[in-house]
């Protein structure tokens, strides 16, 4: 079963509002904040273009910027020289892929953002290095957007909210202002881990520089000087066609892992399972149990064999770099799974299937329970 979510927004009348009457909505709502004063939301202006009209104002140079990026991207990647030619360089991009995917996953997201194991100093240092070859935003404003999202998933306060369809959360959501409820709320998330944090605020503080460093230049410049390749091709492979790649991957957790998928865990949420995410994503595609068990160092209940990111979390854990991971026992996500889940679980699924259809009472789960456990057991 495939759900599909879609919602338009066809509320609104077209306004004449300006940049600056945006920052003085923005202002309002957060004075109302600052007063913790839980007052409704003023009604907000349109901002229209073209035919369309838009919650908060477009951020042009970010419309422009992206847009090159992937049309420069796109046209390089069907004229890319023979495969074969160039198959050093292919699977350096993979490597280097692979590393800011990491940075992602197992660093902004599992590490800084959701705390779900600890890491010793070598790792962390490992983490923002990675985190930098992924060239996104200041780690400060992914931590905070990402906590945002996972507290007030699918309003307007989260700030790729998927209930305003599947282009404002995969990146359209990058090309406009946040809307005022992702500032308000944002300001209420604890976020003293990541500011009194000596080495991330050293980090933040250069971020220009080594995301620049880390991102574009040396990793360009390292197959040049390592073997001869061309500098045209270095660059349009690492800074284009895998820079490009990283993002979208990262970006379809927000956009396809929220729309399209099975929902075993909380049926009751947008998050859902979704392989093909986890595949480019690193093992962030199992969503619906992210969102349900978002402690839990694996992002998914199974395996490793699409999470790539448990994998090499399991490595530093066997090396004594990460440590304390957390994750749920099998007995809580069984019962979350027979209370909340959408009865597609691999294991529990017919159960709770069987339940909705009144086929089995209490009793009677409890005993095909036990039988399941003793045949596990055998
Ligand atoms: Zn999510
Ligand atoms: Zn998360």
């Given at each position: 079963m495939i759900t599909t979510i879609t919602k338009i927004h066809t509320?609104?009348?077209?306004?004449?509002?300006?940049?600056?009457?945006?920052?003085?909505?923005?202002?309002?709502?957060?004075?109302?904040?600052?007063?913790?004063?839980?007052?409704?939301?003023?009604?907000?202006?349109?901002?229209?273009?073209?035919?369309?009209?838009?919650?908060?104002?477009?951020?042009?140079?970010?419309?422009?910027?992206?847009?090159?990026?992937?049309?420069?991207?796109?046209?390089?990647?069907?004229?890319?020289?023979?495969?074969?030619?160039?198959l050093p360089l292919v699977l350096y991009g993979c490597v280097i892929g692979g590393i800011s995917g990491f940075g992602i996953t197992g660093g902004a997201h599992r590490y800084f953002t959701h705390?779900?194991?600890?890491?010793?100093?070598?790792?962390?240092?490992?983490?923002?290095?990675?985190?930098?070859?992924?060239?996104?935003?200041?780690?400060?404003?992914?931590?905070?957007?990402h906590r945002v999202h996972h507290k007030f998933s699918e309003s307007n306060a989260?700030?790729?909210?998927?209930?305003?369809?599947?282009?404002f959360s995969h990146v359209g959501?990058?090309?406009?202002?946040?809307?005022?409820?992702?500032?308000?709320?944002?300001?209420?998330?604890?976020?003293?881990?990541?500011?009194?944090?000596?080495?991330?605020?050293?980090?933040?503080?250069?971020?220009?520089?080594?995301?620049?460093?880390?991102?574009?230049?040396?990793?360009?410049?390292?197959?040049?000087?390592l073997y001869g390749e061309d500098w045209f091709w270095s660059i349009i492979t690492i800074c284009f066609i895998r820079y490009v790649i990283s993002l979208n991957s990262t970006w379809a957790v927000n956009s396809f892992a929220h729309i399209w998928g099975y929902r075993p865990?909380?049926?009751?949420?947008?998050?859902?399972?979704?392989?093909a995410v986890s595949f480019f994503?690193?093992?962030e595609g199992y969503h619906n149990y992210h969102h349900t068990f978002p402690w839990d160092y694996r992002a998914a209940e199974l395996g490793t064999m699409l999470n790539v990111t448990t994998l090499w979390l399991n490595?530093?854990?066997?090396?004594?770099?990460?440590?304390?991971?957390?994750?749920?026992?099998?007995?809580l996500i069984r019962k979350v799974v027979e209370n909340n889940g959408d009865g597609t679980h691999y294991r529990w699924g017919h159960e709770v299937a069987e339940e909705c259809e009144g086929a089995a009472g209490d009793e009677e789960v409890k005993e095909e329970e036990e039988e399941v456990e003793e045949k596990k057991e055998m």
């Open positions: 509320d609104g009348q077209a306004a004449n509002a300006t940049l600056n009457n945006y920052s003085d909505k923005v202002e309002k709502v957060e004075l109302a904040a600052g007063n913790k004063q839980e007052k409704p939301l003023p009604s907000y202006d349109k901002y229209p273009f073209l035919i369309w009209e838009f919650e908060t104002p477009i951020i042009w140079s970010n419309v422009i910027f992206i847009t090159l990026w992937h049309l420069i991207a796109v046209y390089y990647f069907i004229h890319y020289p023979s495969i074969l030619s160039k705390r779900t194991y600890k890491a010793k100093l070598p790792l962390k240092i490992l983490l923002l290095i990675s985190y930098a070859v992924a060239g996104q935003n200041q780690l400060f404003d992914w931590v905070r957007d989260d700030p790729h909210n998927a209930s305003r369809g599947f282009f959501w990058l090309m406009m202002k946040k809307h005022p409820d992702v500032i308000r709320k944002g300001r209420t998330i604890d976020m003293s881990d990541i500011t009194d944090d000596p080495l991330i605020q050293v980090y933040q503080k250069y971020w220009f520089w080594i995301k620049l460093a880390f991102c574009f230049i040396i990793p360009s410049a390292i197959p040049v000087y865990y909380d049926k009751r949420i947008f998050p859902s399972e979704n392989l994503a690193m093992g490595i530093f854990k066997s090396i004594g770099w990460a440590y304390d991971l957390k994750a749920p026992s099998g007995e």
